[in-house]
């Protein structure tokens, strides 16, 4: 039944020049789940991302949230919906504080960003939410501190913080652990847990110890297509996602990167 679905893709295709980059991809995210988007280098996963998020359009398929028809909608109505992507690349304004880049971000929502003229005091008002978020996300110590200072896996979960502020129904974390250090990346992975208590959690991830430990559903991409799709105990022992991730059957996916 398709309230049971969040996100659905049907047959999601995407062409540059005669490269098909995403192919007929069938994607069915179930609501309340986290769901990691996992494959080689050049599967697919980000230009899919990208279709999703309307930043690119499809050259054929449909995109459904909620049951409807989001195909030719524009990135800001997509994102109006409760579609929030958080970037692989930290986007955080770093000379701002840890608080008003929360408080920027709750703005967004509030649909005043561009008010310049009020006065400070104005956006007083949201920081007791930003300070909740910040709370959330182990942070509220950094607060005053300039982002700028602040380690690279706390910047990754200001990130979140930031994605939260736009109180997203469905959040798509792009490498959330990219370039991280394994304590950061623990952190990263519990506070992915902790978010996806009441969201849903689209995320595309290299790192194979995080997916195993919080993805419910994996789906596996190789050249754009759908090559597996289950839990990670099924989907781990899958002979093709083996060989297209190690080269050879016998090898073990867990400990992939």
């Known amino acids: 039944m398709t309230t049971d679905f969040i996100l659905q893709t049907q047959k999601l295709t995407k062409e540059f020049k005669g490269f098909v980059a995403v192919d007929k991809v069938d994607l069915q995210v179930r609501r309340g789940s986290i769901h990691a988007l996992i494959g080689p280098n050049g599967a697919g996963k980000t230009t899919?991302?990208?279709l999703l998020t309307k930043f690119i359009r499809p050259t054929s398929g449909?995109?459904?949230?909620?049951?409807?028809d989001i195909t030719n909608e524009a990135p800001a109505q997509t994102a109006r919906r409760g579609i929030?992507?958080?970037f692989q690349i930290s986007a955080v304004f770093p000379h701002l504080s840890v608080l008003e880049n929360v408080r920027v971000a709750l703005q967004r929502k509030l649909g005043t960003s561009f008010h310049f003229w009020r006065s400070e005091?104005?956006?007083?008002?949201?920081?007791?939410?930003?300070?909740?978020?910040?709370?959330?996300v182990d942070l509220e110590p950094y607060a005053y501190l300039p982002t700028v200072e602040l380690s690279y896996g706390r910047k990754r979960a200001l990130e979140?913080?930031?994605?939260?502020?736009?109180?997203?129904?469905?959040?798509?974390?792009?490498?959330?652990t990219?370039?991280?250090?394994?304590?950061d990346v623990d952190r990263i992975r519990q506070l992915i847990k902790k978010v996806a208590a009441n969201?849903?959690?689209?995320?595309v991830e290299h790192n194979m110890s995080v997916v195993s430990s919080i993805a419910d559903t994996i789906t596996v991409l190789q050249r754009g297509a759908t090559l597996a799709e289950g839990p990670y105990a099924e989907v781990s022992k899958n002979p093709a996602v083996i060989e297209a991730?190690?080269?050879?059957?016998?090898?073990?996916?867990?400990?992939?990167?």
């Not at 449909?62 to 409807?68: D, P, S, V, Y």
């Not at 969201?199 to 995320?203: A, F």
Request: charged share 20%; aromatic share 4%.
């Open 48 to 50: 899919c991302f990208n």
């Open 62 to 68: 449909t995109i459904l949230f909620n049951g409807q």
């Open 84 to 86: 929030i992507r958080s």
């Open 121 to 136: 005091k104005s956006l007083d008002s949201l920081n007791e939410r930003a300070l909740e978020l910040l709370r959330s």
């Open 160 to 176: 979140i913080a930031t994605t939260m502020a736009m109180d997203p129904e469905l959040m798509l974390l792009d490498e959330p």
């Open 178 to 183: 990219q370039g991280m250090g394994l304590e």
């Open 199 to 203: 969201r849903t959690v689209l995320m």
């Open 245 to 257: 991730y190690m080269g050879s059957t016998d090898t073990e996916l867990v400990g992939a990167h």
